[in-house]
């Protein structure tokens, strides 16, 4: 369990990490890139300019993390819960959302949802996400 620890700017790339607790963590700055997060329990951290780049999060629980100017391209958030993630500036590039919770995302008109792909499962706080350029499946 690692809820409320201080692991900034480290090197975790392609690490599995797959239901591990992080509640409340500042993870500022590290790379997660390609890192197993499946079932992650990451409600409330710190995860300003994260790399997360095709990372797999599915099922992750995210909710009020702080994902501003993260690195989600490509990262697989399928069935994961953001309801009121900050969201501000985050790169969801061709992430995949289908049946992602985004209910109370802030700042989500800033992200950057090019070919993401999501579905009728997705929640969206009022917002057109096919007009940010996303894929609806």
């Given amino acids: ?24 963590a500042d993870l500022y700055g590290t790379d997660l ?11 409330g951290s710190y995860l300003s300019s994260v790399d997360l780049y095709k990372a797999d999060l599915m099922g992750a629980d995210l909710r009020g993390a702080r994902l501003g100017h ?8 399928r069935g994961a819960d953001l309801r009121d993630a900050e969201v501000e500036r985050t790169d969801l590039r061709g992430a995949d959302l289908r049946g992602a919770n ?3 995302a802030m700042e989500i008109e800033t992200a950057q949802l ?7 499962d997705t929640r969206w706080p009022t917002f057109d996400a096919e007009a940010a350029g996303a894929i609806r499946e």
């Fill in 1 to 24: 369990m690692l809820s409320e620890a201080k692991l900034t700017h480290m090197d975790l790339r392609g690490e599995d990490l797959q239901g591990a607790i992080v509640r409340r």
């Fill in 33 to 43: 890139s390609s890192a197993n997060l499946k079932g992650a329990d990451l409600r």
């Fill in 70 to 77: 993260a690195d989600l391209r490509g990262a697989d958030l």
């Fill in 102 to 104: 985004l209910l109370g």
């Fill in 114 to 120: 090019e070919n993401a792909r999501f579905d009728g």
